[in-house]
């Protein structure tokens, strides 16, 4: 089975499409590991696709918050003026779809799916220290996480743990085997917001029966969304930063 892994979309459809063009349909299922909406111009669009598309979801805490679950003041003031101005524009139907996502972690056939650690679904995992409080408490081996828009992950193997690489700026894609006497955390990253200093919409390919993952970047039209954000009365700084990736 082919699982098409995505996570972090945040209400970035021209991004959405260009992940569906450049995986050219190439996998069985589509996963998503949270946070549909919040900060980009099109979360009801998002939504819509999401309810029909997706084969697992889980909500990210952007989620929670445009839907009434979470407490804005936990937010920087960028990210609580985005969660307002979705709250507003969010369809009835979309509100409540939403609401209704289930927290992380889940298990999809055979793997784990979590929006942050599998731990709390809030907590970043940006780090092999971070990593290092995780391992311990995997259920499984093989863990696709989002929530901190870095595309790559961990790997505990024989004793000692790694960062897992990500495509260079000049590389389409990068595929990874997996051991299967090591443990995974694997962020596809973000499509709607990469923060990894690559303005490339970030997904992952994972091939269970190969054991094989493949981290992709795909090139969309930025700069359309920035447009469509300060169109819409968002914050710029948030078209403002898809051109850096951060």
Not at 78 to 107: C, F, K, Y
Not at 158 to 166: E, I, N, Q, Y
């Amino acid at each position: 089975m082919r699982y098409l892994i995505i996570s972090d979309l945040h209400g970035n459809y021209e991004a959405l499409e260009a992940v569906l063009e450049d995986s050219g349909g190439r996998y069985d299922q589509i996963v998503c590991c949270g946070d549909l909406v919040g900060y980009g111009p099109d979360p009801n669009r998002i939504v819509e696709w999401a309810k029909v598309s997706l084969f697992a979801v889980i909500r990210g805490n952007h989620d929670r918050a445009c839907c009434g679950l979470e407490d804005l003041e936990w937010f920087n003031p960028v990210a609580q003026d985005a969660s307002r101005w979705t709250m507003r524009h969010l369809t009835r139907e979309n509100h409540e779809w939403l609401r209704a996502l289930p927290s992380g972690p889940i298990q999809v056939n055979g793997f784990t799916v979590a929006h942050g650690s599998p731990l709390d679904e809030d907590e970043y995992v940006a780090s092999l220290d971070d990593a290092a409080n995780v391992f311990d408490y995997l259920n499984g081996a093989i863990t696709f996480f989002g929530h901190t828009h870095l595309q790559g992950g961990f790997v505990q193997t024989h004793g000692r743990r790694v960062a897992l690489v990500r495509p260079r700026r000049d590389e389409p894609s990068l595929r990874l085997r997996l051991d299967s006497e090591a443990v995974y955390m694997i962020n596809p990253g973000s499509i709607g917001q990469p923060r990894d200093a690559d303005p490339r919409a970030a997904y992952a390919v994972f091939d269970s029966e190969a054991r094989e993952v493949t981290l992709c970047r795909a090139v969309y039209d930025w700069q359309a969304v920035r447009r469509k954000i300060e169109e819409a009365g968002l914050p710029p700084a948030l078209g403002q930063r898809l051109a850096l990736g951060r």
